[in-house]
């Protein structure tokens, strides 16, 4: 009897970790308006903060550099651009930090959550949630 309760607890305690999910590595995002992929974000980590970065633009813009952004990030290219900044781990989402919008050059606050293991909703809004939108992520594999 010991056994199979040794034996199911060991199970258990690896599918928790088999199944645990990670915001870190390489997204497809898609544009809520075209349904068409825009780009390759890679979300990493530093310290405890999470951060994302445009690797790959897969619709060509006008122009390759954020020419409406009006930070440190203005007229730097699109490719490597930080569009993600000190989104923190609540449990199960990233909360409390910033998305950029290249296109419009404006910042919002920003959630980002798991639909599955392989997909995430990121919603991006200005003052409450309520007031936003909603983009889904594809991981890249």
């Not at 809520?32 to 780009?39: L, R």
């Not at 060509?60 to 923190?88: F, S, Y």
């Not at 909703?121 to 909603?134: E, F």
Request: charged share 30%; with cysteine.
């Amino acid at each position: 009897m010991r056994k199979i309760f040794f034996i199911t607890i060991l199970t258990f305690i690896g599918n928790v970790f088999c199944f645990a999910q990670s915001f870190t590595g390489k997204w497809k995002n898609i544009d809520d308006e075209t349904g068409k992929p825009k780009a390759i974000i890679e979300i990493y980590q530093k310290n405890d903060l999470y951060y994302g970065r445009i690797l790959e633009l897969l619709i060509k813009p006008a122009n390759a550099n954020c020419v409406k952004c009006t930070d440190d990030r203005k007229n730097k290219p699109l490719i490597g651009l930080e569009m993600l900044r000190g989104m923190k781990l609540d449990g199960k989402e990233l909360t409390d930090g910033v998305i950029l919008d290249p296109s419009k050059g404006k910042e919002y606050k920003c959630t980002i959550s798991f639909e599955n293991a392989d997909k995430l909703k990121v919603r991006g809004y200005v003052g409450i949630s309520l007031i936003g939108r909603n983009q889904y992520w594809e991981r890249v594999k």
